[in-house]
């Protein structure tokens, strides 16, 4: 009977366990929290680093996330879509920078404000990016020596 008891409670244990788990991912993912806001556009040279879900952030604020990523088959440029938090209106004139949280961190997606007082429209795209950079070619820049010119 003892060991019918402490089957139950371990279960019930590991079931409650399972459950904070996807409540605390749920929340970490922004799921339950309606995702309201609007689309923009940019183009990267190099999206490296960002995939669908990376956090889009204005001044280390997360206040979107990366929807969408397709290659251009003309330019050979990554075509990046990304939600923006209603509420938040960004001058016409900002800028998207694929950014690194460090060394061995992730990468995300900055946003630069501008100074226009024109605002992007739900749709509208990004002309001003930097794409990410990489660090092996950096290292071998500076193993080599950098440019011979």
């Not at 590991?14 to 309201?36: C, D, E, N, R």
């Not at 088959?73 to 923006?84: G, I, W």
Request: proline residues 3%; glycine residues 12%.
């Amino acid at each position: 009977m003892s060991a019918v008891r402490t089957e139950t409670f371990v279960g019930a244990a590991v079931v409650a366990a399972a459950a904070a788990f996807l409540l605390y991912s749920a929340q970490f993912a922004s799921v339950g929290q309606g995702g309201s806001g609007y689309g923009l556009n940019a183009s990267f040279r190099s999206i490296e680093g960002v995939s669908v879900g990376t956090d889009v952030r204005l001044a280390g604020v997360k206040i979107g996330t990366v929807t969408d990523i397709q290659l251009d088959p003309q330019t050979f440029r990554a075509l990046t879509t990304f939600s923006v938090l209603d509420g938040i209106e960004l001058p016409d004139d900002s800028a998207v920078v694929v950014s690194s949280e460090g060394l061995l961190g992730g990468n995300f997606v900055e946003i630069l404000p501008g100074g226009s007082p024109f605002n992007f429209e739900a749709g509208d795209e990004i002309e001003d990016t930097q794409s990410s950079v990489s660090l092996i070619s950096l290292l071998l820049k500076f193993v080599s020596g950098g440019d011979d010119d």
